[in-house]
């Protein structure tokens, strides 16, 4: 069999793979390219292209997905992480599809019984996308993953070894649950081509209640760190995520998400039968004794991006279910009237000039390219204009998930032409006040309509 690994780089992924290479074909995707051996084949992908994904998993048999995208993946980057997180998952979710992918598995995040944050409804989405392709679907959902590597767990680490004293907010009494990095490899492996996992969506816990206070004081106590601590009365996450970063020695895009799941208070549930017997550390103390006490530094993730390229992805409401032709045909007519005729859009056939009011010359120039791909979206490449700096990079694409449950405008690859600082802070800021409003309008469309 082959086994596709998305995500194949990260704390999770490199474990999966030394596990199951003996056993199996291994494809592992990969930003950047790598050298192929031990029977793992390394192919340089970007999920954020259709095309290269599609390519990459020619041929798969099982698609592992462990991708979450809370790093920026360009020198500027507009939007959030959940949006971006969509459309990675319908472009691998498409991709599987076309290539007769037989099983998908996917790691998610545990479902707290009440109020979600962002991070945690991220995951759940991608669980909606993945679901919606047909193919058995195997998720699995997990708190913090323990072990030597992982970002969480040594994020912890290093806010032991770095304070002497840690103020203990009100969210260190949420309940949480943690799983150590060898069990969890060992559920994913089993689940390969299983039929008993075919289909189902399973909490991979250790049945241990914890909370983050306990995690923080046996982390503690464990590395023989003294640290003084002190309850306050507050829930408030913004000076946590500023000393978690500072002290936890890690991004802000990654803590912050994670700063706001703890609020959460996830469930403490028995270990479900179908892992009960692969599950070995049933306590946390019992995964600390497999981490070395010696210090070891997490080296800080940093996306690769292109120099002074653009991403901007909007999440748009569309409470009328438009696809995305309507919805690229209602931005295109309602742009003029919302710049009150200072910018224009003139189609002619498969191409789309915006010109500003007075200047003879277009500023954007798109070409619509015909959509062969099993992917609902109208796509455009940006082929000229005074705005942008190149011909054959950027596209404008406007894309239906989830079988409309989802809609995403998006901007890839954008090199603009004007000075990086100029664009900054005149351009880009520019191009999402206009794509939120143009949200508000469907929005508006769509109470219009209701009241009718």
């Given amino acids: ?119 945690l409804e991220s995951r759940k989405e991608v669980e909606d ?9 195997t998720v699995f959902r997990a708190g913090m993953v323990v072990g030597e590597g992982g970002s969480s767990f040594e994020i912890l680490r290093n806010l032991v070894k770095n304070l002497p004293l840690m103020v203990l907010p009100h969210w260190t009494q949420s309940s949480t649950q943690v799983i150590f990095i060898e069990d969890l490899v060992n559920v994913i492996s089993t689940a390969i081509n299983n039929e008993d996992f075919l289909d189902k969506t399973i909490d991979v816990v250790n049945g241990e209640a914890i909370n983050y206070e306990q995690l923080i004081k046996k982390t503690s106590s464990y590395f023989n760190k003294s640290l003084f601590t002190f309850h306050v009365p507050i829930n408030y996450t913004s000076f946590s995520k500023l000393w978690v970063k500072l002290f936890g020695e890690t991004d802000y895009e990654l803590v912050s998400p994670l700063i706001d799941s703890l609020l959460c208070n996830l469930p403490s549930p028995s270990i479900p039968k179908e892992i009960e017997s692969i599950i070995i550390y049933k306590s946390y103390d019992s995964m600390l004794q497999k981490i070395s006490s010696r210090e070891k530094k997490i080296r800080k993730r940093r996306a690769p991006h292109l120099e002074n390229t653009v991403r901007s992805i909007q999440r748009l409401s569309n409470p009328d279910r438009l696809d995305e032709a309507e919805i690229c045909d209602e931005y295109l007519n309602w742009l003029p009237r919302y710049m009150q005729s200072l910018i224009t859009a003139k189609k002619d056939k498969d191409q789309v000039q915006f010109s500003i009011l007075g200047i003879c010359r277009p500023l954007l120039i798109l070409e619509k390219v015909d ?37 995403i405008a ?43």
């Fill in 129 to 137: 996308v993945l679901k919606d392709t047909g193919i058995p679907v």
């Fill in 1 to 119: 069999m082959i086994i596709t690994v998305a995500g194949a780089s990260g704390f999770v992924g490199r474990n999966l793979i030394e596990k199951i290479k003996l056993s199996h074909k291994i494809v592992g995707l990969s930003r950047s390219s790598k050298e192929s051996h031990d029977n793992v084949e390394w192919r340089e992908t970007d999920l954020f292209s259709f095309q290269s994904t599609l390519k990459s998993l020619q041929g798969s048999d099982v698609a592992i997905y462990l991708v979450h995208s809370m790093l920026p993946s360009s020198k500027l980057f507009q939007g959030s992480f959940r949006d971006t997180d969509l459309l990675l998952a319908d472009n691998f979710a498409k991709s599987c599809v076309h290539c007769g992918v037989k099983q998908i598995i996917y790691l998610g995040g545990l479902v707290p019984s009440h109020g979600m944050s962002e991070h």
């Fill in 410 to 452: 998006s901007i890839n690859e954008f090199v603009p032409s004007l000075p990086w600082y100029i664009y900054k802070f005149t351009q880009a800021p520019a191009h999402v006040k206009v794509m939120k409003a143009f949200g508000k309008y469907l929005r508006k469309k769509n109470r219009k309509k209701n009241k009718k």
């Fill in 371 to 407: 959509n062969h791909e099993p992917l609902d979206r109208v796509k455009f490449h940006i082929v000229g204009g005074l705005l942008s700096k190149t011909k054959d990079t950027g596209w404008l694409e406007f894309r239906s998930i989830a079988n409309g449950k989802y809609t």
